[in-house]
């Protein structure tokens, strides 16, 4: 299996703020039911602040949903990892001769950023069905501390054409730090510049990233980069 968060580790700090700052607090939940197949589900859920809670916890999980290719037809978690199991019960009773290793589904998430305003959660999901690799992918859920409602992107940014200039010139001198000597021409498949779906708050910065697949080849795997926040500060709604 893949590390998860290849440089989320590395890189977040997390907040020192006092909890006058922090009207939601996050523990770690654990889902421990027995399956045949290998599932592992550990994510941050949202307590006190009953209300407040509710509908965080609400947003997490559905944003759980959108990453998991076999959660169709399920509007909760418990539901897709019940499917999973399934599908792969049935594919054994179908193919008892196959010798695949057993499939496996991972769910982690760690909370990078936490301020009055924002909070985002990176949200890495492993699926595993046989084959030559399996597929993995990292979302950055931004949710608005004061609702616990999902922060779209123009909720964040004010000036979309203004981040994109600097997201591009930022990632380009990426580029030239790069110990593999890439250029641009080996991401967007012949296509100018674009920001990548998830856009996220470390305590460092705007994190950007672009899953596998999404730019470049599998080979080269996630795509990532860092906006200080002193030169994000004039395009951000939100901080």
């Keep these: 299996m893949k590390h998860i968060f290849p440089f989320i580790i590395v890189l977040v700090l997390f907040s020192a703020c006092d909890e006058d700052i922090k009207p939601l607090e996050f523990k770690t939940h654990n889902i ?9 589900v ?14 965080a916890n609400k947003t997490i999980e559905n944003a759980i949903l959108t990453t998991v290719n076999s959660s169709e037809n399920a509007s ?3 539901t897709i990892l019940k499917n999973f199991n399934d599908e ?8 008892p001769e196959d010798s695949e290793p057993v499939w496996e589904l991972s769910i982690e ?14 949200i890495s999901t ?13 979302k950055l859920l931004n949710l608005d501390a004061k609702t616990g409602e999902a922060l779209h992107r123009s909720s964040i940014i004010n000036d979309i054409d203004g981040f994109t200039t600097l997201a591009e010139s930022q990632f380009m001198a990426s580029l030239e730090n790069n110990k593999d ?4 021409e080996n991401f967007f498949f012949g296509k100018p510049f674009q920001l990548p779906e998830n856009i996220g708050f470390s305590e460092e910065g705007i994190i950007l990233i672009y899953n596998v697949y999404e730019v470049a080849s599998y ?3 996630y795509t990532e980069f860092m906006i200080s926040f002193e030169e994000a500060m004039p395009y951000l709604k939100k901080h």
Excluded: C, R
């Excluded at 998430?109 to 990176?122: G, M, R, V």
């Design 76 to 78: 909760d978690l418990q």
């Design 109 to 122: 998430t760690e909370l990078t950023y936490q301020s009055e305003e924002i909070i985002t959660i990176a």
């Design 88 to 95: 792969y019960l049935q594919f054994t009773s179908d193919y």
């Design 181 to 184: 000597h890439l250029n641009i």
């Design 32 to 40: 421990d039911t027995a399956y045949e197949a290998n599932i592992t």
């Design 219 to 221: 080979d080269m795997g």
């Design 42 to 55: 550990a994510f941050d859920e949202a307590v006190k602040n009953k209300e407040l809670s509710e509908t």
């Design 126 to 138: 492993y699926e595993f069905k046989g084959g030559a690799h399996g597929n993995d992918q990292i």
